[in-house]
């Protein structure tokens, strides 16, 4: 403070506060300048290998790494029983393919601790390697929801492609699949379903939120169309089940019909890849929490630096 | 700059001049006016940032309504946001969009308007807290405080109504909100209710009664209570800090014109450009994003904006043991109590201060020297348990969020908050008030013996001391300047002739007196402290705080000057 204060009077301060001002209007500028965001990379190709799955493979990794919770039938492992070893899991009869493709690609299963609640992480297993353990407990454990093979699923990563052309033939197929996909959405029977289902618990911005019991919702921004069709299939941990068609009974979460959840995931797609028109920094569309910080430790307080600054005098050292 | 010194006016201009000054006798009163003198510290100019920003807000807002439609008529959007081509809304939402997307700079306008709403209502707050904080609240300054209670109070209903017109989903929701404590009232919440909304919740006429209020009743209340504000100001003239020249009778500072105004103008520029910097980079009530509210929307993540913020968090953390139902209808006390019961605590306990302060020390006295805030620490105290339990209260309105983001299990929040709001206070209290007496004692320490310069000196005898500089004039003034502000108040059971004089008999005198000592106990006094008189090997033997302990050190001032006394005077020159 001392030295712009020193300083402040100099003939030649005022040229420099214009300066320093138009340049960061100027660098601001940049920033708020839309960089187009190249089209999202995306893939469709998984699903022509659901009809070709190797049972024997799907056997054998859940063997390796699922039956120490679930157990080899799939029964499930009570706390009680897995005792110390802390190792235990829920029945997997009747659950499905659906919700196998769901825990497994979103890289919450294996779980590392079955006590919390699991967040996303990188998946363990390749796309083969799921529609075969998928198959498995689907075939071995009685037969639950299907994986929704119609709805886009993961992106094509360019590690598994040859070469540059074939990823690039791979992203411009899941893109039009994508497309094809949402653009057969309602926007405001979506909005309605998300609003009505869903933002109590993910947040109007799809962001997630807290819920009881230390559980939370977590962000919608990286599941795949797929994995929000399964997640509302199958209803992971506290989340309710929202099932396909108004007869069956028992999800807790009512239905939604197939071409509802269509308008559901083009709600949250296109909701996700709208730009924040208001400025550089959207604020994580957090809203009003974050506004309010921001008004007090940039608005206010560099507002109040001005006023200390602009009644400052130079103190006689006492 | 003097008068004849100024370069004579073009003859045109004078003449004009001439003819208004023949007419209005503008020159008198505009000298005088001019003269007028503001004090020269920052804290001095966080009302300004208030009524720069509310200029600010008339200005955008005057914008805004030229293309807000303040409708509820439903329509299908086919404006040129295409995510929400096809969607039924209201016309409020969709003018909102209109403006956003269609009005050249009218996105820009929008979070203008928003953003100096935010900062307008922080800067009343800061103001607000200046104010307290050193006493300038009182005699005879009362009426103002007043109004600036009520200017703070109809700024947060203001922000709230203008939060619901877009017809957004936030909007919405804040209504529901609003709706629901209203439904609480009881005997008349159902009435109150379906009066106001013209029906059921959402209804048709709630925007347009809204904006009416919005844009109209509220902010010309408003005006007219800030020009009231100000005019009560420029007659009083600003309190100011102590020092030397300035009395309770004599003000010191910048005059009006040139130099103050020219601060100020830039002052405002520069706030303008502080809202103006945060609207263009930072997205603000995206409600392109939210989309239009219906009725069975509900959300996660929402909050109202800042100001109302304590009035949600009431909400989220007040348990609803006490409900009770009388005859047959329900009393939501878990709505009543936080959604009013809090708003009045906060309302009616910073309007009711001055007078209970006034009460309690018995001074009625006009004030024009702003207390420092270290020498009345119990309201000082006061106010940082205020501000405690105001920002546990904020705090746990975005509950939610804060659980989200530093993963804390939501039930631990809450009854962290529950607890807090009663703990908070008191160790806020206890610990500021400590602090306010230590700088007492500091204070009085350096008058005494003037500053530790961080010299170590020898003395002849071998022995270490520590320089103490005297302290400049301007310091000793405004140290000295705490007697006369804070008056210990002493309570004597009976007067001299052992008779209990009727007023402090009744049960109110009583208490009085029981508030009063409080309020000024510990006070360290300063009375026959003389300036530098102080023995330095003295020093650091200060403990006591009895009212003996003052004449102590002015015993002592007198005995002589050691070599230690001597060092201080050459170093002293030094300077």
Known sequence: ?318 | MSDNQAPQAPKAMRGVGNFIDDRFHLAKMGEKNLRKVFPNHWSFMLGEIALYSFIILLLSGVFLTLWFNPSMGHIVYDGSYERLRGVGMSEAYASTLHITFDVRGGLLMRQIHHWAALIFVASLVIHMLRVFFTGAFRKPREINWLIGVAIFTLAIVEGLFGYSLPDDLPSGMGLRIFQGVLLALPLIGTYASFYLFGGEFPGEVIIPRLYSLHILVIPAILLALIAAHFMILWHQKHTQYPGTGRTEKKVVGTPMFPAFAIKAGGFFFFTFAVIVGLSAFVQINPIHLFGPFTPTSITAGLQPDWYMGFLEGSLRIFPNWFDITIAGYAIPMGVLIPGLGFMGILFGGLAAWPFVEAWITGDKRPHNLADRPRNAPVRTGLGAAGITFYGLLWLAGSNDILSHTFEISLYTTTWIFRIGIFVGPVIAYIITKRICLGMQRRDRETLEHGYESGTIAQLPGGEFVEVHKESSPETVHVLESKESMTPRIETPAANANGVESPASRSLMGKLRARLADWYTRDNISFVGVEPHSGHHLHHGSHNGDGPTHGVQGSENGHGGSTASDKVTQGAGQNK
């Open chain 1, 1 to 318: 403070m001392k030295w712009i204060t020193a300083r402040r009077r100099h003939p030649l301060a005022g040229y420099v506060v214009v300066i320093i001002a138009l340049a960061f209007f100027g660098v601001g500028y940049t920033f708020v300048a839309p960089a187009t965001s190249p089209a999202q990379a995306q893939n469709a190709s998984a699903e022509s290998d659901l009809a070709n799955v190797d049972l024997a493979n799907g056997r054998e990794l859940f063997n390796q790494s699922c039956a120490s919770c679930h157990g080899q039938d799939g029964k499930g492992i009570t706390k009680t029983e897995a005792g110390n070893a802390g190792a235990w899991g829920p029945d997997l009869t009747g659950v499905g393919a659906a919700a196998v493709d769901f825990q497994v690609s979103t890289g919450r299963m294996p779980s590392a601790n079955p006590d919390a609640q699991m967040p996303r992480k990188p998946a363990m297993y390749g796309r083969d390697d799921i529609n075969d353990i998928a198959a498995y407990v689907d075939a071995q454990f009685g037969g639950g929801p299907g994986i929704p093979v119609n709805v886009p699923g993961d992106k094509p990563k360019r590690a598994d492609f040859e070469s540059e052309a074939d990823y690039e033939e791979a992203t411009e197929l899941y893109q039009s699949s994508l497309e094809q996909y949402t653009g057969g959405g309602d926007t405001e029977a979506g909005m309605k379903l998300y609003m009505t289902n869903c933002a109590h618990c993910h947040s109007w911005s799809g962001g997630g939120g807290a819920l009881t019991d230390g559980r939370w919702a977590p962000d919608l921004n990286s599941a795949t169309p797929r994995q929000i069709y399964e997640a509302m299939l199958t209803g992971p941990g506290a989340m309710p089940v929202f099932q396909d068609s108004n007869d069956e009974v028992g999800g807790e979460g009512g239905a939604i019909s197939s071409s509802e959840k269509q308008s559901l995931i083009k709600f949250i797609v296109d909701l996700e890849n709208e730009p924040n028109a208001g400025g550089y920094f959207g604020l994580n569309r957090v809203g009003q929490v974050a506004e309010g910080f921001i008004g007090w430790t940039v608005g206010i307080s560099l507002i109040v630096a001005c006023a200390i600054w602009i009644t400052a005098k130079q103190r006689a050292h006492d």
